[in-house]
């Protein structure tokens, strides 16, 4: 059975950055600055750190909801800082299953952790194939071939065994990344300082220049612009009056804002605490100490984004508290016990679904209680944006 015996990282939080993280830190590799292990904030602010974007979408047959992203590169595979560092890798692909098979034990037998591209909805959330798919890249330490199973590092804070066959079926599930893996060498510490720079020049980017993929109106502080217009100006046929009114469908709007802001592993608080994190590395990287004053202004933009997050399912409404203290719950849960705790999460989910089924007649706002929610909405958006526009300011200054 070729497995890392001695593997005990599962610190990595986030897809884009977490398997890097975890993989780098098995390997003992430190950063020249701390002597310790790279973070996963200067694995993050390196790749790009923090973005803004508003994405709704609405599928016939589904609710609608809100993605909105905080982190960039959400799913971008490998992600900056593996040519910003120097990160040596060593991909291999193949259309043969028992290959597949043998590339993820060849790296074992070697001494290394394998990086393994898969879907994670089918094989951890238990979700049918034929319904959504999410690929992602999850860490291999072990390789079970007599018990039929395997051993991975992802975004749980304990190790994950999975059935050997479920494995290979999400690693087949996407054809583009069908059976795909990669190994990972070390970083070239020269070029930190350099790193950091263009990481965060690269987030000023994204906030104020040509955006990464489709419109400049879903990027940046004009996402923030659109949000609020969005929030406030009914006639628009994407407002929130209409693609998310007034009772299961603004139910939809309020739970899935909540979810991607908080407990889709991207950190909560709108990813800002975690990037005040990078900052502070990176003031003592690039000798500049008018980072760590701005990483104090991003974890009050932190604060911001919670606050904004607890009024959208606040305590004064009973149904919308629940789902809040349900969501925290389901995602707490996996953080601590991954797969184990299926069974309590598969009935956070009945629950979750009672409570979205009864929205359908017991929506706890009124036309004019869901206009003051959306109002109050817009006001803490406008506040973060506010705040966002003086940090980078002074990001772009203290560089």
Known sequence: MPQL????????????????????????????????????????????????????????????HLHFLTRYPFNEEPVAAFERLAIPT????????????????????AGKPVVVWLDVLSLLEGKPQDAWWMINPVLVYGYDMQQGSVHIADRARVPILVDAERFAAARARLSKTRYRTMTIGAPDPDRLPNAVEAGIRACIDIFTGKPPVGAASSWGFAAYDKWIDLLTKDKHKQSWSKLFASGPRMYAGLTSTYKYLEVFYTGGAGARGIYADFL?????ILSKPGLRAVAGQFRACAERWTAFTRDLLPDALPPLKEARDLLNREYTLFLERGITAHDERARIAEGLTTLRQAMDSDFPLDEAGAAAMRERMAEHVAGIRAAEQAAFDDLKAAL
């Open 90 to 109: 060593e991909p291999r692909t193949t259309k043969d299953a028992q290959k597949a098979v043998a590339n993820v034990i060849d790296a074992l037998v």
């Open 280 to 284: 502070d590395e990176a003031a003592l």
């Open 5 to 64: 015996d001695d593997y005990q990282q599962f610190d990595g939080l986030a897809w884009a950055t977490g398997y890097l993280r975890n993989a780098l830190a098995y390997q003992g590799v430190t950063a020249p600055h701390t002597g310790e292990a790279y973070t996963e904030a200067l694995l993050m602010g390196i790749s790009g750190g923090i973005a803004a974007g508003y994405f709704a979408f609405a599928y016939e047959g589904y609710d609608p």
